[in-house]
């Protein structure tokens, strides 16, 4: 008889500087059997299934919750996910359960829990059923890891790439850790070394920067130190204004926790020294202006974070597009979330022209509504399939994704996609789904931090990263935090390692 496992997911990235909240209509649900429906859709989940097949695990399904990153989650959500877990550990209790496997993000916030994951793995480990039974789950790398996650959790694995590459592999490997501890009895404990730094996104990819040095060191500690089952380097999400908001670094080892924690002393003071490589300097619409006129080929990327929809942000920020406009520049495209727009168009034929508001109706910050007339080239479901099933998205979603109903416009030489659902810009299907050929631009606005590389970076001619103002800001001493641990940098130029925890 293979072991009893309890499946479940709660997945949501809060940036806590947005108005509104994010509720249970935000979130795709799924309950029960249905969530065996997962594997094969590349996403966290469908690594977990992976796993539970070839290990013949009796699965357990609870309930799974996907939302796109936003504002603060309200508290129905984390209840709702909580009766549906309870009720089934209950009903499950009677033939017993070896373990549980979740499915986490880790920055996740709600009205009442600045860290709500933390708050679910100790409503977990307070229930008779679970008692001395591994608890065990994948976390993304920009997770806010807390002592809570550390305390209540036997083994929790994050991402080590970013774009997201890896999502399903670490939840194998999540998964493998469970099923080891399940059969064996080991009792892992998990160290965590906060580290003084809050780090934005762009400083947060694994293929250059610090982010780098970190996973190779973390990567060359776990061969090193052969008790240390894994070693997670947690960029952290900073627009989440909560204590644990940083970088930090965990260890889950079978060995001496102090000899471990000495160890990622170390590497937090390797973060440290490399605080400076963090912090990029983005140019201003202008000089992007400037810049693109001296290309000849695109397509150039307009990266703009501030409007980082995978970071939260809403995705409708016009001020690329009115300065694409202003300067005249042709064949470019750019996608703006609106969903009043969509449906004000939705019944207009290609070829009609009409004056609108485009974008900017979010009220979040420097997003303002464009006046300009617009041609329909099209409508859409705005159903796609990834082209790539390691895209960062299918870390988020799966493969199949929804952005909603859809009309594709033109302004001037610019071409716009205006969708009803915010969609990151991590795969090009989004513009193949469309009829447009991504190669084929000049120039794309790219409302993304890092996650958009492994798409966009191989058919770029240049990249050029924006610095304006908005909910997902790279310069973090833009934004208005309250609650984060000070000191930090880069919001206190003087931190210490007497300041690490």
């Not at 926790?257 to 990029?280: I, N």
């Not at 501030?306 to 942000?313: F, L, P, R």
Request: hydrophobic share 40%; glycine share 10%.
């Amino acid at each position: 008889m293979g072991k009893r496992v309890l499946i479940a997911g709660i997945y949501h990235e809060t940036n806590t500087f947005l108005g509104g909240r994010t509720t249970l209509e935000d979130f795709e649900t799924t309950v029960g059997e249905e969530i065996l429906g997962s594997e094969g859709d590349f996403s966290p989940m469908a690594g977990v299934l992976e796993v539970a097949r070839k290990r013949r695990w009796e699965v357990l399904p609870a309930v799974d919750l996907r939302a796109a990153p936003g504002p603060t989650v309200a508290d129905e959500v984390v209840e709702t996910f909580w009766k549906q877990v309870r009720e089934r550990v209950e009903g499950y209790a009677r033939d017993g359960i070896d373990g549980v496997c979740l499915v986490l993000h880790g920055a996740m916030v709600t009205e009442s829990f600045q860290d709500a994951e933390g708050e679910i793995l100790r409503r977990l480990r307070g229930m008779e059923a679970l008692t001395g039974k591994p608890v065990c789950g994948v976390l993304d790398l920009h997770a806010n890891f807390s002592e809570e996650m550390a305390a209540f959790a036997d083994g929790l694995i994050a991402y080590r790439e970013n774009p997201h590459i890896d999502a399903k592999e670490a939840a194998v490997n999540a998964a493998l850790l469970l099923d080891r501890l399940m059969q064996s009895g080991e009792k892992p404990v998990a160290v965590r070394v906060r580290v003084p730094l809050l780090w934005p996104p762009t400083a947060t990819g694994t293929s250059a920067g610090p982010m780098r040095a970190l996973e190779e060191s973390a990567r060359r500690t776990e061969r090193e130190y052969p008790e240390v089952i894994a070693v997670n380097v947690f960029g952290g999400f900073p627009f989440a204004d909560v204590p644990q908001a940083g970088v930090c670094l965990s260890a889950v080892t079978l060995g001496d926790p102090a000899r471990a924690r000495r160890r990622l002393q170390e590497l937090a003071e390797l973060a440290v020294s490399l605080r400076s490589s963090a912090q990029m300097e983005g140019l201003s619409l202008e000089e992007a202006m400037r810049r693109l006129k001296e290309h000849d080929e695109g397509p150039v990327l307009l990266v703009e974070p501030s409007d980082n929809v995978g970071g939260g942000a809403p995705g409708d920020n016009t001020r690329v597009l009115a300065a694409l406009l202003e300067h005249g520049i042709q064949e470019a495209g750019v996608v703006i979330n609106d969903p009043e727009t969509v449906a004000s168009l939705s019944r207009k034929q290609p070829g009609h022209r009409q004056q609108i508001l485009l974008g900017g109706k979010s009220g979040a910050i420097g997003a303002e509504p464009l006046p300009v007339e617009v041609e329909v080239l099209g409508h859409s479901s705005g159903r796609f399939s990834l082209e790539d099933p390691r895209s960062h998205l299918a870390s988020m979603s799966g493969r199949q994704i929804d952005m909603g109903a859809c009309v594709l416009v033109r302004c001037g030489g610019v071409v716009v996609l205006v969708t009803s659902r915010k969609t990151p810009p991590f795969d090009l299907a989004q513009w193949r789904s469309q009829g447009i050929n991504p190669e084929e631009l000049f120039v794309i606005n790219i409302k993304a931090a890092a996650g958009h590389r492994r798409a966009y970076d191989p058919i770029a001619k240049a990249s050029y990263t924006l610095d304006l103002p908005g909910p997902c800001a790279e310069n973090l001493k833009r934004l208005p935090f309250r609650h984060v641990r000070r000191p930090v940098h880069p919001l206190d130029e003087d931190i210490a390692v007497s300041d690490m925890a």
